[in-house]
């Protein structure tokens, strides 16, 4: 009589015959400890712990302070990990490739899609989708204009390209939207170099702007990441309320002015920041009631 299956063992792939595709358990020779090692070291990482030392990492995995530095380094050498002058570390750049990938695995982008073809056709501007990652935006997705003036400027942004959160009306949508701790934090990395003529170049005075940001439901750059491009943006909300992306359009400062733009397009992006995140399971209080 063959033995019963482990309960701990997965079953194999109803489309695979051979057993070598089922998932290994951690009792079987195929589960890799270094590679549990190492993730486990990347989820040490957090918002309220940005930067960590050896020992931190040792003492909250329980593991030897000579085994920690040997994974660290290695994750250093990948690009998972950076060395901060402090001699302390934090979650490097391939990390937040591997974030994007989640983010388009999980759908945020293909949700996000039509609304933003649908905002460009009644816009005429360019339409972006944005997460926030530290004191920079990266483009989840991006729908440029058809007007010859704006297809022009910035002509390199794509999805996965990073601006300074500072300076573009995504990044203000999501500074603001931060915990306190964090958004100091992100603030006290990012130095504030004048790029357009408008550029707020004072942390007091950008402060000042988010706190009036958290209960508006607009952000504006107008000519602050350079002198030829305005932009207004609106956040977007998942199924616990909180603040995951921005959308937004941009527009030549010459063909129309920041405070048009928020008059005859504003309710527009607002619309489509509001059905991305329906589509992420948002809903307003009263609709939840």
């Not at 003529?197 to 004072?202: A, F, I, L, R």
Request: proline share 6%; glycine share 8%.
């Amino acid at each position: 009589m063959p033995a019963p299956r482990s309960a701990s063992r997965p079953k194999p792939r109803a489309d695979a015959a051979d057993p070598a595709w089922s998932v290994p358990s951690l009792r079987e020779p195929r589960y890799s400890q270094s590679l549990e090692r190492g993730l486990a070291i990347l989820t040490c990482f957090s918002a309220e712990k940005p930067s960590l030392g050896i020992a931190d990492i040792a003492d909250e995995l329980g593991m030897s302070r000579s085994t920690t530095h040997r994974y660290v380094i290695t994750l250093v050498a990948l690009g998972y990990l950076e060395q901060e002058a402090s001699r302390k570390y934090r979650l490097g750049l391939r990390v937040t490739d591997l974030g994007m990938a989640a983010l388009g695995s999980t759908g945020l982008a293909e949700h996000a899609h039509p609304y933003l073809e649908e905002l460009r056709a009644r816009t005429s501007y360019t339409a972006s989708l944005a997460v926030l990652d530290g004191a920079e935006i990266v483009y989840v997705d991006r729908v440029r204009s058809f007007r010859r003036g704006l297809r022009g400027s910035a002509p390199g942004l794509q999805p996965g390209s990073r601006l300074p959160a500072y300076c573009t009306a995504l990044g203000k949508v999501l500074l603001a939207h931060l915990p306190d701790d964090a958004q100091r934090r992100a603030l006290a990395d990012t130095r504030l170099a004048r790029r357009g003529p408008n550029t707020v170049t004072s942390k007091r005075a950008l402060r000042e702007q988010l706190a009036d940001l958290r209960d508006a439901p607009l952000a504006i750059a107008d000519r602050e990441l350079d002198e030829e491009v305005c932009a207004i943006a609106a956040p977007v909300r998942d199924g616990g309320h909180e603040v995951v992306a921005a959308v937004s359009v941009a527009a030549h400062a010459g063909m129309i002015s920041v405070e048009e733009m928020m008059d005859a397009l504003g309710p527009h992006v607002i619309a489509a920041a509001d059905r991305v995140s329906a589509r992420l399971g948002y809903r307003r209080e009263h609709e939840r009631g």
